[in-house]
């Protein structure tokens, strides 16, 4: 594909966290990430916002699951991605990357209200977007946030980076099926169709209705992250 302009780069909460240590938060793990996100954005020279998931923390099911009602339940959730976001903020900006965070709940003293021509705006200074809280309403994932974000801001490409070793959309669990095998390409209909696990089903259909291609790809392997921001085939892409 060509090399996109305007990226949102959606991460989950896990790929902060350690798997070395019970950390929430283990900042050898930020920086590192940080230090690559602003290498690659400053490199290709392209407008990038990340919209951070909040999964280290909380996550709604978790409260539902012990009899929480759900939409405090979701509320917990978005209040957890404000953490991450600030600590990536935090990172992003030791490592010489100017960032603002916008939050999709208000709270002025943490961080920016969303604001959609302001985000523009940042991204257009070369300062890096974290979008946190979500989009502000519970029943919905970050997942399908980064969705709506990516259109609303007029992005060419939805990254998608995955933490749990898995570096692509798969015919069956790579896991368990020993003879899954990765797309490179495939279509929103055919995850749709074969129930392929890449985000929650609102995300895809979302992508789908608004011509948003996603890259599926693996975040925590160094040098990946770039490759997926540049445009090149990496993972799988879903168009
Ligand atoms: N959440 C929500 N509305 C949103 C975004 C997130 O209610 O617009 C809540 C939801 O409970 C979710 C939690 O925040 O479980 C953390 O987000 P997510 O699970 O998407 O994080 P990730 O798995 O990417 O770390």
Known sequence: MAKPRRIVLKMSGEALASSASDETIDFAVVDRMAGEIAEARSDLNLELAIMV???????????????????????????GTVINALALQDALEHSGQPTRVLTAVAMPEAAEPY???????????????V??????????????SAALRAA???AELLCKGTH?????????????????????????ME????????MDLTAITFCKDNGLPIQVFDLMKPGNLRRALAGEPIGTLVR
Do not use: C, Q
Not at 135 to 141: I, L, Q, R, S
């Open 53 to 79: 998931g909040g999964g280290n923390i909380w996550r709604g099911t978790t409260g539902v699951g012990a009899g929480m009602d759900r939409a405090t339940s979701d509320t917990m959730g978005m209040l």
């Open 115 to 129: 604001i959609r021509r302001r985000a523009i705006r940042h991204l257009e200074k070369n300062r890096i977007v």
């Open 131 to 144: 979008f946190a809280a979500g989009m502000g309403n519970p029943y919905f994932t970050t997942d399908t």
């Open 152 to 154: 609303e801001i007029e």
């Open 164 to 188: 749990g070793g898995v570096d692509g959309v798969y015919s069956a669990d790579p896991k368990v099926d020993p003879d899954a095998t990765r797309f490179e390409e495939i279509t929103f």
């Open 191 to 198: 995850v749709v169709n074969k129930d392929l696990r890449v």
